[in-house]
């Protein structure tokens, strides 16, 4: 009996520790936090971290799921739209209501895969998942809109959107966000 309820207490502080690591993560980048910094922010005392991930690659790993988990909602609040196009428009349109977010943090997916690339934990690859699911859903959309080209402008568009990313956090100028979603959309209206 004991058992069954820390088991169903431990998914509400793990997944409060989850989001706090892919927050915390975002804004303070891999080497500068720590755990006590992801404890604060999932108000869970740090020696409870513990309990739930033995190390710091643990929580990283989490925070990494936290983003796939976060994806998947996206992709399936966008698949309820009804055409590719619809689709690709509300995506842009996601990341310029993030464009303040992004100018003071740089994409959260974006700057962990650039942050874990220098390592060579695994961690690098677990990040590439969640971008490639993106990437592939992109391309799912162009092939519906009759392109044969569907996963050249899917990449292009997820490298137009790191690329903004990158500028909007740089010159910390959340109006390239919105200028490069408008532009990226009206390039979505020329494929058709």
């Known amino acids: 009996m004991t058992h069954s309820k820390s088991v169903r207490r431990s998914p509400g502080k793990r997944e409060r520790l989850a989001a706090a690591a892919a ?17 604060r922010a999932a108000d869970v005392p740090v020696g409870n971290v513990y309990y739930y991930f033995k190390t710091k690659n643990e929580l990283v790993e989490a925070a990494i ?4 988990q976060n994806l998947r909602a996206v992709i399936g609040a966008l698949d309820a739209l009804p055409t590719p196009q619809d ?4 995506l842009l349109n996601g990341w310029i209501e993030q464009r303040e977010l992004t100018a003071q943090y740089g994409c959260p997916t974006g700057t962990l895969a650039s942050e874990l690339d ?7 690859q677990a990040i590439a998942k969640v971008i490639q699911v993106l990437i592939d859903w992109a391309e799912q959309q162009f092939q519906a809109m009759g392109r044969d080209d569907s996963r050249e402008l899917a990449i292009a568009l997820i490298a ?12 910390r100028a959340p109006d390239l966000m919105t200028a490069e979603g408008r532009r990226l959309e009206r390039w979505i209206d020329s494929l058709t």
């Open 23 to 39: 927050q915390v993560l975002h804004e303070q980048g891999v080497e500068q936090t720590t755990l006590a910094d992801i404890a």
């Open 87 to 90: 689709r690709l428009k509300a």
């Open 160 to 171: 137009a959107y790191q690329g903004v990313s990158l500028l909007t956090n740089t010159f």
């Open 65 to 68: 799921d936290a983003h796939a």
């Open 118 to 124: 220098k390592r060579a934990d695994g961690l690098d």
